[in-house]
């Protein structure tokens, strides 16, 4: 089977070649000229555990190019940012590759929408422009919603063993797409209708936001108390019924900072929903209050942020917590020097350890990478003007810190305030 993939990103790439390694005729489409070059030419535009060893497998069946052909599968994987001035989707990626897509239907393809879409996207939007082709969407073609549930840094291995959802136009929709996934998904593949699809992946990353938010208000609440939110979050997980996430200094990502405005942007409702949000993306600012407090007396103080990925051991900083704390604390008169493993790019220069804590008064910790729990304490104290570490993630290794003459505070632990 031809498959023509839109979309040569972190979840359409490894998606074409999950494809491909299966046996079918793939050709990945992306309006990046440099990266189908270097598709073309036998390398990686990102990495991603098990992407290259992936890549090997699929070439034979794979190839990349930036025009879309007839084919017999058609499936869009592209980005759906968020619009900041209307918290609503912008979805004009998805409507250029439907564009691109039309003209080159035939009766019985299957087309696959994987983005990310708020409700009534693959009805609404995505069929009127694919029947320009004048051919009729369930009767002469075939379209269903596939979200992905995958994250950066173990994205082939929930591709193949996650659950999948496919929300078919038609039953008969749906039960061919099922058949495709079903060359590399080795999960559950749950059948239903193309809206209440889009609908579910939404839900799950709101109720992540949610949970997120509620516990970084319980955070502030224990510092209020004289309480360590880290362990009374752990004692409550102990009941067979509760699920209380961790705290932190914000939420990143393409998923759980974005999916929530999407369910509410054409409802009268979500006032719950858009609270939620306000909490978490104003945790750069509670950040920032309590590293204010450690830098008291500190004429011109210079600060160094470890981590703006988005989340732990990943490179990607898509709608990174830091990015919000940086400005602010740029707005505040501090200096922000920054250090990032993991992070190729970003919009601000990224150091060397070195070079981002020497004459640094404060470290703080935004993302918790597993590699900053092996730091030297010693050693970069020896670089910085003051020893001074606040960790929004509580992952480094606070007593040995402490030992090396570091001033420790944790985000949401009020028992070091006593």
Known sequence: MKISVLGLGYIGLPTALLFAASGHEVIGVDVDKRKVELLNSGELPFQEPGLDELFEKARGNFRASTQVEESDVFLIAVPTPLDEHTKAADLKYVKSAAEMIWPHLREGNLVILESTVPPNTTERLLIPILEKSGLKAGTDFHVVHCPERAIPGKTIHEMIHNDRIIGGITPESAELAKELYSSFVKGNIYLTDATTAEFVKLIENTYRDVNIALVNELAQIAEEYGINIWEAIELANKHPRVNLHKPGPGVGGHCIAIDPWFVIQDSSNGKMIALARHVNDTMPNYTLRRVRKMLRGIEYPTITVFGVAYKGNVDDARETPALRFIRLAENDGLRVKVYDPFVQEFEYPLLSLEEAVKDSDCIVVITDHEVFKFLDPEE????????????????????????????????????EDL
Request: with cysteine.
């Open 380 to 415: 970069i104290g020896k670089l910085m003007r003051h020893r001074c570490a606040f960790d929004a993630r509580n992952i480094l290794d606070h007593e040995k810190w402490k030992r090396a003459g570091f001033e420790i505070r944790v985000l949401g632990n009020g028992k």
